[in-house]
């Protein structure tokens, strides 16, 4: 009965390489969220996706690409993966209108 | 450009006495604060949230103070539990945007 999962936990790759992080909610959220956590710990906000449609586009290289087949998941894929992706990337959802996001549990993305 | 800020990268306190976690921020259009909770390999938990309309907000033993003119926000936890150890996340929606910028973090020790 997870809320907020998401998958894989762990993925070591190789640079160049092509990867994609799943997420689902089952909170009935409107709102979903991709944020990057960093070898300093800040927590960031890639993407946040509103019933399928992208409302907010950080800084973000085009290299990272959210999709959302339905307002219940949003997968992250990567391009031409770098050193400097390896971070902890965590997805969220909410129910909008600045109420609390509520996260699963991480994907730790190790680029060699 | 860091808008929320968490100076306190750790902190220790004994066990039943009181933790008082602070964070300062830059933008005085921050609506709305929130903290979070984060155990190793989990993702943040919210925690306990206060409105830029009051000045404190009490959950059972966690209490969040909002001082605006100072642009300072804190978070007391009473009596501290072993449980309690965590880091903790200081986070806030800019007004009009869906968008939490999170602090760094403050690693909380509880001793026994």
């Known amino acids: 009965d997870t809320a907020v999962s998401q998958t894989p936990k762990y993925l070591v790759t190789q640079m160049g390489n092509d990867k994609s992080i799943k997420c689902e909610q089952n909170l009935g959220h409107d709102t979903m969220y991709w944020y990057k956590q960093d070898s300093k710990k800040f927590l960031k906000i890639m993407f946040s996706y509103n019933n399928k449609e992208l409302i907010i586009n950080e800084t973000v290289p085009n290299r990272f690409s959210p999709k959302s087949p339905d307002k219940a998941h949003l997968n992250l894929h990567i391009n031409s993966l770098e050193l400097g992706d390896s971070a902890v990337y965590f997805c969220?959802?909410?129910?909008?209108?600045?109420?609390?996001?509520?996260f699963g549990n991480g994907t730790r993305l190790t680029v060699t | 450009d860091q808008q929320v800020k968490q100076n306190s990268p750790s902190l220790s306190v004994q066990e039943g006495r009181i933790s008082i976690l602070n964070c300062d921020y830059t933008?005085?259009?921050?609506?709305?604060f929130l903290w979070y909770k984060k155990y190793p390999a989990e993702g943040p938990t919210f925690l306990i949230s206060i409105s830029s309309i009051k000045d404190k907000n009490e959950d059972g033993r966690f209490t969040v103070f909002l001082n605006k003119s100072a642009k300072h926000l804190s978070l007391h936890i009473v009596p501290s539990q072993p449980g309690d150890s965590a880091v903790y996340f200081c986070a806030a929606y800019p007004q009009g945007a869906q968008k939490l910028v999170f602090g760094q973090g403050t690693r909380l020790t509880i001793n026994p």
């Open positions: 969220a959802s909410s129910q909008g209108d600045w109420s609390p996001l509520h």
């Open positions: 933008n005085s259009m921050f609506d709305y």
